[in-house]
């Protein structure tokens, strides 16, 4: 009796039947085993076996690629199967031959799909006979945005059961910010510690701060706060990442007005950016620090740190930095009473706009 008789004497449902016609197609000894093992035990799940038996005819980076879409948990479109496919060192015709076999589905706005029969097994990681030549090419496709932005948040149990160390800390922070853009918080601070357990103090400052942006972004400000902290403890003092750190903490503080936490944090900021020449980072959190002192009524102290925001925006050659240094000057000025100082930055403040205009006129559109 043909294979194709014992299929149809079998009546499977009709997604098994065109599975298992595409199998006998490709693998007529595969389909023979398969359908023996069937006939000896009415109880083996053809709708799972089917599928996988045929999935079976793949190279491992084939396998790989077919399990993409199941893994991510989204389709694929055609032009990143391609270039994927390209990057694994496949023919890019496995993307048809995936489609031929049933495999994939193909829905031209969308992109390709897992067959919905194969879902059981492609998207365990486990399964994957090459998992580390597929995660290089999948990160090298999401650097390139050539991933939908929330695949590499579902990639997150791929990255921490084969990234190295170096991998791992590079990748971490991109897998938080998908993860936070797929509004998966508490999958992203699982992550995180996961990483941690793994990384050196300095990368593990990068996580813990990456982190603490996204518990920011969902406003869950206590937790962001600690781990903004965390991450200060953990990063080397007077370094970018430190001063960072304390950065964000002090504009947490600001805005939930706890103005003696923000301008100890600041400080620290200020300090540490200076040392690592950072002056735009630097004049940043000095015209906080002026800020905070004009609304606590320290007139005196905010313009200190005011022209000190001037000195380093024009280190930076940030002038719109000093333009809203002078506007603060002034400001600060009139509160103590100092009229004619409070005019003189204004009249400062104003040049430097019109100097901003002479040249580029695109970013004085903002000013008029």
């Known amino acids: 009796m043909s294979l194709t008789a014992r299929i149809d004497r079998l009546s499977p449902p009709g997604d098994v039947a065109s599975l298992l016609y595409t199998l006998a197609e490709e693998d007529a000894q595969a389909c023979s085993r398969l359908l023996d093992e069937r006939a000896a035990s009415e109880s083996f799940l053809l709708a799972y076996w089917a599928p996988r038996v045929l999935a079976g005819v793949l190279g491992p980076a084939e396998a790989g690629l077919f399990a993409v879409p199941a893994l991510t948990g989204r389709p694929l479109s055609r032009p990143g199967a391609l270039r994927l496919a390209a990057r694994l060192g496949v023919e890019t015709s496995v993307v048809e031959r995936l489609e ?10 969308t992109g390709y799909t897992v067959h919905p029969l194969a879902l059981a097994f492609a998207r365990d990681r486990t399964e994957l006979s090459a998992p580390g030549e597929l995660l290089s090419a999948l990160l090298a496709s999401d650097a390139q945005d050539e991933l939908d932005e929330e695949a590499l948040g579902a990639l997150a149990p791929l990255v921490l059961s084969v990234a190295d160390t170096v991998t791992l ?60 902290g965390m991450a200060a403890a953990f990063a080397e003092p007077a370094t970018w990442l430190f001063g960072r750190c304390r950065s964000a903490s002090g504009d947490l503080h600001v805005e939930r007005a706890e103005a003696d936490l923000a301008g100890q944090a600041l400080a620290e900021s200020h300090s540490a950016f200076l040392f690592c020449e950072a002056w735009a980072d630097a004049a940043d959190s000095a015209s906080t620090l002026g800020a905070l002192a004009i609304v606590g009524g320290h007139a005196s102290k905010a313009v200190q740190w005011l022209r000190e925001a001037l000195r380093l925006g024009g280190l930076a050659g940030d002038l719109e930095r000093v333009a809203s240094s002078y506007d603060l000057i002034a400001e600060a000025e009139r509160t103590r009473g100092y009229l004619e100082a409070a005019d003189a930055a204004a009249g400062e403040a104003a040049r430097t706009r019109t100097l901003i205009l002479q040249i580029s006129p695109e970013e004085g559109e903002g000013f008029a």
Not at 100 to 109: G, I, N, Q, S
Not at 181 to 193: G, K, V
């Open 169 to 228: 800390a590079e990748v971490a922070p991109r897998v938080i910010d998908s993860l936070q853009l797929a509004d998966e918080t508490e999958a992203a601070l699982r992550f995180s510690h996961a990483a941690c357990d793994r990384l050196p103090p300095e990368e593990r400052a990068r996580v813990l701060f990456a982190v603490g942006q996204a518990l920011e972004l969902d406003e869950r400000l206590d937790e962001a706060l600690t781990h903004y």
């Open 100 to 109: 031929r076999l049933e495999l994939w589905r193909h829905v031209p706005a």
